[in-house]
């Protein structure tokens, strides 16, 4: 089946560690994006990227990091700078840019810090 | 930047009964509205999207309007059923990502 496979679905990380959060998809899209959310603040644009070895920094880019060095594969950062990592985590890809923008999520992956 | 914002933040019907969801967008580019259902514990799947070259679109029990001159659109879903029940998300883009409202949780009582 083809789509956006998210891990872990449950991660659990103690203050000061880095901690990378995994986005494969086998939907051959080129964009793919970061997106954070916490309740009743909606999804926060983190970081995307419009094609391999190329990304930008979304809205709250500060304390996460990202790669693309490879078209199917996007995985996060949440490096011990981030003040307030405790969230849940949501990866989505689009078509190529003359399609419609639609996005397509994973499943999140839930982040606490203990 | 792109601002969206939604209203209400909770909403509780009746089964059968309609439902309207409302979004303001800041910038006057955007030019794709989609809204986004999301289960709990899930990622959010779009249910249906709007142009800024067409006012309404309909999909069975859903539509959307879009009103550009005010910068706003709504999402309307008639008929509601227990699995409704969800939080909805609309979105507007801005250069190449989507820029989200702060969501609605319907809740559609038996």
Redesign the interface.
């Known amino acids: 089946d083809g789509g956006i496979t998210q891990s872990p679905k449950y991660l659990f990380r103690k203050e000061g560690q880095n901690v990378t959060l995994s986005c494969e998809q086998n939907l051959n899209h080129d964009a793919m994006y970061w997106y954070r959310q916490d309740p009743g603040q909606g999804l926060r644009l983190i970081y995307y990227s419009q094609i391999v070895n190329d990304f930008q920094k979304g809205d709250i880019a500060e304390g996460y990091s990202v790669s693309r060095e490879k078209k199917e594969s996007f995985p996060l950062t949440v490096t011990s700078a981030q003040k307030n990592p405790t969230a849940f985590y949501l990866c989505a890809s689009s078509p190529p840019r003359d399609n419609t923008g639609e996005l397509f999520f994973g499943e999140g992956s839930r982040l606490t810090v203990l | 930047?792109e601002n969206v914002e939604?209203h209400p933040?909770t909403l509780s019907v009746q089964e059968g009964d309609s439902a309207v969801i409302k979004c303001t967008y800041s910038d006057s580019a955007s030019n794709?509205f989609?809204w986004?259902k999301q289960e709990l514990?899930?990622?959010?799947?779009?249910i249906i999207?709007i142009r800024s070259n067409v006012g309404e679109k309909k999909d069975q029990r859903i539509a959307v309007t879009l009103n550009k001159t005010a910068k706003h659109f709504s999402l309307h879903i008639t008929e509601t059923q227990p699995e409704d029940s969800a939080v909805y998300?609309c979105a507007a883009?801005r250069r190449?990502?989507?820029?989200?409202?702060?969501?609605t949780r319907l809740q559609v009582q038996p």
Do not use: E
């Open positions: 930047g939604q933040s794709y989609p986004y514990g899930k990622g959010p799947q779009l999207d998300f883009n190449r990502a989507l820029t989200f409202g702060s969501g």
